[in-house]
Antibody, heavy 116, light 107 residues
Framework: QIQLVQSGPELKKPGESVKISCKAS????????MHWVKQAPGKGLKWMGW????????TYADDFKGRFVFSLEASASTANLQISNLKNEDTATYFC?????????WGQGVMVTVSS | NIVMTQSPKSMSISVGDRVTMNCKAS??????IAWYQQKPGQSPKLLIY???NRYTGVPDRFTGGGYGTDFTLTINSVQAEDAAFYYC?????????FGAGTKLELK
């Protein structure tokens, strides 16, 4: 069956970096784009951008340009999100979601806590 | 950039009632809208795509409608398990902006 399994929770200090993974199974990885969505505690969903899993080209939403990097380990059917120079406002759950135009499968989410 | 405005922010409904929530796009998006349901501690689940197409396995009490800038999600005969947040999203073209959500509570 189709699954997106994300890595575990992270506790980081301001200024540090974090890398979150999203491992896909049950379908051909390169047939679907992978999107990333942020949800701060008690808040709604915020689209961060997406990566073309065939070409590796990332596209970032305006608010996520600079410190955020989407990457692939295509041979492992895995998409990654790296956030550098972490800030308190990066505290959130980060979801990956596959898309052919709409987001039909989602990862379970990764809670990233940034605290000194 | 496109803005998706959902209303109301919250609603309190009794089991068996019919409820309609709204999503307004700041520009014409055709039928390129999806609706998601999210319960606390869970990932969002796709309900509706292309404004009115029910996703596989979604109960037929969920109905999406609209075109252009104004969209609705209607739940006929609300069940207890429908208590959740509901989000609309612009799909097909970037940015894939979400609305702020509507919280559905059961009385």
């Amino acid at each position: 069956q189709i699954q997106l399994v994300q890595s575990g929770p992270e506790l980081k200090k301001p200024g540090e970096s974090v890398k979150i993974s999203c491992k896909a199974s049950g379908y051909t990885f390169t047939d679907y784009a992978m999107h990333w969505v942020k949800q701060a505690p008690g808040k709604g969903l915020k689209w961060m951008g997406w990566i073309n899993t065939y070409t590796g080209k990332p596209t970032y939403a305006d608010d996520f340009k600079g410190r955020f990097v989407f990457s692939l380990e295509a041979s492992a059917s895995t998409a990654n999100l790296q956030i550098s120079n972490l800030k308190n406002e990066d505290t959130a759950t980060y979801f990956c979601a596959r898309s052919i135009l709409y987001f039909d499968y989602w990862g379970q989410g990764v809670m990233v806590t940034v605290s000194s | 950039n496109i803005v998706m405005t959902q209303s109301p922010k919250s609603m309190s409904i009794s089991v068996g009632d019919r409820v309609t929530m709204n999503c307004k796009a700041s520009q014409n998006v055709g039928n390129n809208i999806a609706w998601y349901q999210q319960k606390p501690g869970q990932s969002p689940k796709l309900l509706i795509y292309y404004a009115s197409n029910r996703y596989t396995g979604v109960p037929d009490r969920f109905t999406g409608g609209g075109y252009g800038t104004d969209f609705t999600l209607t739940i006929n005969s609300v069940q207890a398990e429908d208590a959740a947040f509901y989000y609309c999203q612009r799909i097909y073209n970037s940015p894939n902006t979400f609305g702020a959500g509507t919280k559905l509570e059961l009385k």
